[in-house]
């Protein structure tokens, strides 16, 4: 073989070497880039893309959980078994036909054994569902629940005495001395308020007085009430003079003759509604104040 016509073709100059090196190299060190470089992490994930990998994770989650809970195993009270609930736990027809026809005596059974008897499944089947029963409390202590009924025993209340109230305007400062928390102080400052007024007219009117506390106005509302007199003379408020309304405890002068004057001015007042449209009427009070007066 002549290997002189083949040197014609592998001389090369020195540029035409350093170039084929420089190329093998540049080849060389892409290839081991290429094996030992991992180009996962630079692959791009789009938002949609993160999503539905999201919603991917959760489905798959949800479904592993129906997987566990499908194979969870609840207890059960077995007089309430149903057909369908009865077939798949292993009984027969007939077993389930028994129960439901002891049931419809509105019976119960309250234990594992009252269970076989009526039904009749055999040891083997009771020793597997009889550790899913779950019966009532009651049930499973039936000797203390009689005890218990047994042992209780009705309270007896005591009947109160029925309180008669009596009238507040004839209730002595004794009388009202009886009563818890008033004393000779507060009795006198119940008895001058009834006199001002000329009589109480309501109960109510018992809040006004200074130093009543609400409890002891509570117990003043057990034991009386406020009946008219029948000797009460109410003020003719369409007729009464200037002095005699400045004289009834509710009106102040100044009151008294705004009411006088718009009286002349728009005629007699029909109703307590009428009169409270003057300014400065004290409106909180107008209906104890319209027991006093005579339209």
């Known amino acids: 073989m002549n290997f002189q016509v083949l040197n014609r073709y592998f001389k090369f100059t020195n540029r035409q070497q350093t170039g084929i090196f420089l190329f093998f190299t540049i080849i060389i060190i892409l290839q081991l880039i290429y094996f ?49 609930k009865g077939y798949k736990l292993g009984m027969s027809i007939q077993e389930i036909d028994r129960l439901l026809a002891f049931r419809k005596q509105n019976k119960y059974v309250n234990s594992a054994e009252e269970f076989q008897n009526v039904t009749q499944i055999s040891d083997s089947l009771l020793n597997v569902l009889s550790p899913l029963f779950k019966f009532p409390d009651w049930a499973q202590n039936k000797n203390e629940f009689k005890k218990e009924r047994k042992e209780y025993v009705p309270k007896v209340f005591e009947k109160k005495e029925r309180i008669i109230l009596t009238d507040i305007n004839q209730a002595s400062q004794e009388d009202l001395i009886k009563i818890y928390g008033i004393g000779e102080a507060l009795s006198t400052r119940i008895l001058k308020q009834k006199e001002t007024l000329g009589g109480f007219v309501s109960m109510e009117q018992l809040t006004d007085v200074w130093g009543l506390s609400p409890e002891v106005i509570i117990e003043l509302n057990n ?73």
Not at 53 to 81: C, G, M, R, T, W
Not at 234 to 263: C, G, H, M, W
């Open 223 to 295: 034991h009386f009430k406020a009946v008219l007199p029948s000797n009460f003379k109410k003020i003719p408020i369409n007729d009464a003079s200037l002095k005699e309304l400045s004289q009834f405890p509710y009106f102040k002068y100044a009151l008294a003759k705004q009411i006088v004057t718009y009286r002349s001015m728009n005629g007699n007042f029909n109703n307590i509604e009428d009169l409270s449209k003057i300014k400065g009427f004290p409106v909180e009070k107008a209906k104890i104040i319209s027991l006093y007066l005579e339209f």
């Open 36 to 84: 030992f470089s991992d180009f996962s992490k630079y692959e791009k994930i789009s938002a949609e893309e993160k999503q539905w990998l999201s919603i991917q994770n959760e489905i798959d989650a949800q479904k592993k959980n129906e997987l566990e809970n499908n194979h969870k195993v609840y207890k059960f009270n077995p007089n309430y078994i149903s057909d369908y």
